[in-house]
């Protein structure tokens, strides 16, 4: 997992809850001694550890963590990758393009980095199904990225985001649609 997602991930702690709630996280993961730097890809396990750790210091479930995470992570990611949206994108236009775009930048930075394949199919101008592919059983951070999406573009009252899949398989399918409200 690239330590950008670490490094997000202990401010995303910090700011809604705070910083001796990630200190006692860390510990809780039989992480205390690590500093994720965002330049290193770092084991996958560190991010089930603190996760897990948060689900059960929190009561929610690591599907509730991962959504909430993901949608607290757009605004830094959009800042990441301006260069490569196109200023006319909505929402669905930015889903369809994040895999040649987005992640064919993360891919090309790093051999380590494996951000999930996205297969998109868009079925009209309003509506597109997302297959999300990795082993690593994120569809629940998936699916809160695309409802930061919405609320990145504006569009969060007229978007819709329905898993139609478990959020916690290898492969999970999303309906995303523009809806009148």
């Known amino acids: 997992m690239h330590g950008t997602i670490f490094t ?19 510990e809780a993961s039989g992480l205390s001694a690590t500093d994720f730097n965002h330049k290193n890809v770092y084991p996958d396990e560190h991010l089930y550890r603190l996760v897990g750790e948060a689900a059960t210091m929190t009561g929610l479930s690591a599907d509730e963590l991962h959504e909430k995470f993901g949608e607290y992570l757009v605004p830094d990611l959009m800042y990441m990758y301006q260069k490569l949206v196109k200023p006319e994108w909505t929402t669905l236009d930015m889903i369809e393009h994040t895999e040649n775009t987005m992640h064919r930048q993360v891919r ?27 082993v690593r059983r994120m569809g629940a951070l998936a699916v809160g990225i695309v409802r930061g999406l919405a609320k990145y573009y504006d569009e969060a009252d007229q978007i819709e985001v329905e898993p139609t899949t478990s959020e916690n398989g290898e492969h999970v399918r999303i309906r995303v649609r523009r809806v009148s409200r």
Do not use: M
């Not at 980095?113 to 199904?129: A, G, H, M």
């Open 108 to 134: 090309a930075e790093h051999a380590g980095n494996t951000p999930p394949v996205l297969n998109v199919t868009r079925l009209s101008s309003d509506e597109l199904f997302i297959d999300y592919v990795s």
């Open 8 to 26: 997000l991930l202990k401010r995303y702690v910090q700011t809604q809850y705070d910083h001796s709630t990630w200190v006692n996280l860390l």
